[in-house]
């Protein structure tokens, strides 16, 4: 597998990093734990915070520990950070009902069970601040002029309403977050948006001030289409991912209208198919580039709403429009019905439950017990031999413990030699 700031490079995630040299040492010598902001102005996230939230499912699939950091806090204030004008001050009653809906969305994505994600809220902390030793303890170690310098606050400050007080201590409230999580968590990595860079270097600093420790700071590009939108806008408004703003339906045919020019960077992003097999469709053009596009609309969909409601969604596409036959051979580790001439998969599927697979079963055993070799023995002969693959990668040994952490969207493709394919999907 490859090394996760390699891996987070290859696929666009990483405009800016700190300590490049160190990080990588930092997350390649143990489990570490990463956290990411995300501002709660509405019930819902969209698209636009799909690069975060993908980020944190990166981390965590190489075993690191995402913290969701929902600004219950700081959103009682709002984020100066690429706005021209003042945000809207929110109750604390309805920041609470957006945090229940964002924690839900964020766990189709993440999995939060047993402490492997932490969800939290920057409130508990922030609300309970005294203003005093907050000067005395915090606020002593910031500079005015440095601050001031910052994109963020540079930006509202040449702007006609100009910079308010209240917003101007935003930048000492996130470096705090970091330090608390720091302490408390042994958090020594935070991601954000381009926007962020200088939110993050502030709480580096602070660690380093008041811990005499190096803490670590990622920054991910914005995304725009090649059109030059905004990620996550059209013409209608933002594409959310709750299913009550905007239908599965709706969200799998904002994937299908993806700009050509933007397939392979999109399937990179918003999905966990393996680089191999997206270098491989690099360069397509007409049916089969729509063949992409319609396992880029059914991966995406999958993610946010789960496979049945992808299925749905492509099967209501296919009815009006037409099916897009999608070969076995394009983007093979997707589970997307591989439909032959409108007629039903042709991947022979065999369901597991959450409780058959524990804690893994290696993987000649699964290769049995699918059928793709008639004994234990058959598949370890078919292993050994380089012939046996899951997901579009080859399995490097027999007894490689297939777990819940190797399934994308609920189903797991395996691969018997060059065309003896068979689908196992994960139940409750």
Not at 153 to 174: A, D, P
């Amino acid at each position: 597998m490859a090394k996760i700031v390699d891996a987070l490079k290859e696929r666009g995630f990483i405009e800016q990093t700190t300590h490049d040299a160190e990080l990588h040492e930092y997350l390649e010598t143990g489990s570490r734990t990463c956290y990411i902001g995300f501002d709660p102005t509405a019930s819902s996230l969209h698209v636009g915070s799909l690069v975060p939230i993908m980020a944190l499912a990166h981390m965590q699939r190489h075993g690191h520990r995402p913290i969701a950091l929902v600004g219950g806090g700081t959103g009682l204030i709002g984020d100066p950070s690429g706005k021209t004008e003042m945000r809207q001050l929110l109750t604390p009653e309805s920041i609470n009902e957006n945090v229940i809906g964002i924690q839900r969305q964020l766990s189709k994505f993440i999995d939060f069970s047993n402490g492997k994600a932490l969800m939290l809220n920057n409130a508990d902390w922030l609300t309970k601040l005294a203003y005093i030793p907050l000067l005395r303890d915090i606020g002593r170690h910031f500079s005015v002029n440095r601050m001031i310098k910052a994109e963020s606050y540079r930006m509202r400050l040449e702007s006609e309403e100009g910079l308010s007080f209240i917003e101007f201590n935003y930048m000492i409230l996130q470096a705090y977050d970091f330090m608390v999580l720091y302490d408390k968590y042994d958090c020594g990595l935070q991601m954000g948006g381009s926007d962020q860079w200088g939110n993050i270097l502030a709480g580096i600093e602070l660690i380093r001030r008041t811990h005499q420790k190096t803490a670590f700071g990622i920054t991910f590009p914005l995304i725009t289409t090649s059109s030059g939108i905004k990620m996550g806008k059209t013409h209608q408004g933002a594409v959310w991912l709750d299913s009550t703003r905007t239908s599965p339906y709706d969200y799998y045919q904002f994937w299908i209208n993806t700009d050509d020019r933007d397939v392979t960077r999109f399937l990179s992003l918003f999905t966990f198919l393996p680089m191999e097999e997206i270098r491989a469709v690099e360069g397509l053009a007409g049916e089969e580039l729509n063949a992409v596009k319609t396992v880029l609309a059914f991966e995406t969909t999958a993610l946010a709403h789960g496979t049945e409601a992808a299925v749905k969604a492509y099967n209501a596409a296919g009815s009006m429009f037409g099916f897009r036959v999608v070969p076995h051979d394009l983007l093979p580790s997707s589970a997307i019905p591989r439909k032959e001439k409108g007629g039903e998969d042709s991947v022979p599927c065999t369901t597991i439950s959450e409780a058959e697979i524990g804690d893994g079963i290696p993987a000649f055993k699964i290769l049995h017990m699918t059928g793709l070799a008639n004994s234990g023995g058959a598949a370890r002969r078919l292993i050994d031999q380089g012939g046996g693959y899951i997901n579009g990668e080859r399995i490097q040994s027999p007894e490689y413990m297939v777990t819940k952490d190797d399934f994308n969207a609920s189903n797991i493709l395996l691969r018997a030699g060059k065309k003896r394919y068979h689908r196992l999907m994960l139940t409750n």
